[in-house]
């Protein structure tokens, strides 16, 4: 260990500032707790491991930067469009664009346009749904729902059912809720799944049912491929903080 000081010193500033770079990845990223020790004490080697193992295979999330460049100029180009052809498909998409730069109440107000046009379409309606959730609105969401869970109960691979039980939840409307989450957790074990029900279990005091859930969780994080579990890091944290409550409890 005294060797790797040693190197460090060697590479006297850079060391420094590849350090603080490997810092600043994981506050944001928050991955395993050890890789922290081994910035710290490994000095310049070590955050380079670290560059290496994490930030190197996030460099495709990268992508999603450079794509928000791009979406700003397409939702000038679709604001510009439904003035000349406010059609469905038109205000569809500038929802979706809106959705992706998180702009959640424009883009509610795009899938509403789009619905009053054709009334027909799941897709906006389970837009619109998840739009009003991301604005604390879930009982105004619940028609969104309903509509869309009526018409294809795996709509969005269960997602929408997971969707309508949370916003049951969310109403005080538990024994649906209860009823919907169990039917979902049979058919579909995705990380938001797990966490939402286990929340859920713990809020009516099912702890131990919810502690279940909560390991099959983190379990998962074992065997999933590693890209999938970067993508669904914030569920494992999640999932972790859950069980510390629940272990307080």
């Given at each position: 260990m005294f060797g790797l000081f040693r190197l460090s010193y060697l590479f006297y500033p850079w060391g420094l500032i590849v350090q603080l770079v490997a810092l600043v990845h994981f506050?944001?990223?928050?991955?395993?707790?050890f890789w922290l020790w081994v910035i710290?004490?490994?000095?310049?080697?070590?955050?380079?491991?670290?560059?290496?193992?994490?930030?190197?295979?996030?460099?495709?999330?990268l992508q999603n930067v450079y794509r928000g460049y791009g979406r700003k100029s397409r939702i000038a180009v679709v604001e510009r469009a439904v003035i000349d052809n406010p059609s469905a498909a038109n205000f569809e998409e500038l929802g979706e664009l809106y959705w992706d730069e998180k702009q959640y109440a424009k883009a509610r107000q795009a899938f509403e346009r789009a619905i009053a046009i054709r009334s027909d379409s799941p897709h906006c309606f389970y837009r619109r749904g998840l739009c009003l959730m991301a604005l604390g609105q879930p009982a105004a969401a619940l028609p969104d729902f309903e509509y869309v869970v009526r018409g294809d109960a795996k709509f969005d691979s269960y997602r929408a059912?997971?969707?309508?039980?949370?916003?049951?939840?969310s109403t005080g409307r538990e024994q649906?809720?209860?009823?919907?989450?169990?039917?979902?957790?049979?058919?579909?074990?995705?990380?938001?799944?797990?966490?939402?029900?286990?929340?859920?279990?713990?809020?009516?005091?099912?702890?131990?049912?919810?502690?279940?859930?909560?390991?099959?969780?983190?379990?998962?994080?074992?065997?999933?491929?590693?890209?999938?579990?970067?993508?669904?890091?914030?569920?494992?944290?999640?999932?972790?903080?859950?069980?510390?409550?629940?272990?307080?409890?």
């Open positions: 506050v944001r990223r928050r991955p395993d707790g710290f004490i490994g000095g310049f080697p070590g955050a380079l491991v670290y560059i290496v193992a994490e930030m190197l295979p996030d460099a495709g999330f059912k997971l969707m309508l039980a949370e916003a049951y939840a649906e809720a209860a009823a919907l989450f169990a039917e979902v957790v049979q058919h579909s074990n995705t990380p938001e799944t797990l966490y939402t029900f286990a929340a859920f279990l713990k809020s009516q005091n099912r702890t131990e049912e919810a502690r279940e859930l909560v390991r099959q969780l983190l379990q998962k994080k074992r065997t999933l491929p590693r890209y999938w579990q970067r993508i669904e890091r914030p569920w494992f944290r999640k999932g972790q903080a859950l069980l510390k409550g629940l272990s307080a409890s």
